[in-house]
């Protein structure tokens, strides 16, 4: 993907881009020209749109389940884990034809709304998974620490608690983001009129795929690649600041 987004190929069919894999030179002429399809682009942003806006709700309602699931025991908690299990082991298009014969039953009108509701129903419980498997490692003697030294609930939660848990969550937020960007088959049964990135590709692939879909996927996966890099240094800083300041308070 990222080669042919820099292959001049395609140049001399620019009116009506049929991308080849046969490779004819190095152009950064589709990387200028990006936007170059309306459509294409319109449907970029749409789903831009809807993973960012997905990825924060699914977070925040991820990450209070998680917490939920892991620090109490209240009736019910055995059935949200199942019912979280069965939402990552359901097949798409068994969440897709569930997701759109509610919408119908309720007559909630189909478009990015509806793809925004799908992606969080089904985003939620893979966040939630992520950060529950970092809160299991969680020591609470720190928090207890913090609470000795009067912080309160909240105090304790936003500079003791959320700190630490902060490399699950992004992780989880990423994974949100990936799966809501490249998610076709649920957003297939939801969208209605409206058109997503993946819906445009599939859509295309009858008539020739436009290199700027290859620009499109590469800006996309390099920045997902950055910021995936970013949090684990971010993670191995916050670890080398921690171990150095045990070691001079055990100095």
Known sequence: MILYSFNANTAANATAPKVSFRWQGFTLDWW??????PDLTSALWNSLLIA????IVATILGTMIALALVRYRFRGSGT???VMFLNIAAPEIVLGAALLSFFVLINFQQGLLSIFVAHVMFNIAFVAIVVRARLSGFNREIEEAAQDL???????FIKVTLPLI???ILAGALLAFALSID????TNFVAGQTVTFPLWVYGAVKVGIPPQVFVMGTAIFLAGVVIAFANVGSSRRKG????????????
């Open 166 to 168: 902060w490399p699950g």
């Open 150 to 156: 009067y912080a309160d609930a909240v105090q304790t």
């Open 183 to 186: 998610d076709f088959v649920t």
């Open 240 to 251: 080398r600041a921690m171990v150095r300041a045990e070691t001079e308070d055990s100095a």
């Open 32 to 37: 200028r020209q990006w936007n170059g399809v």
């Open 80 to 82: 949200l884990e199942v």
């Open 52 to 55: 960012v806006l997905s990825t």
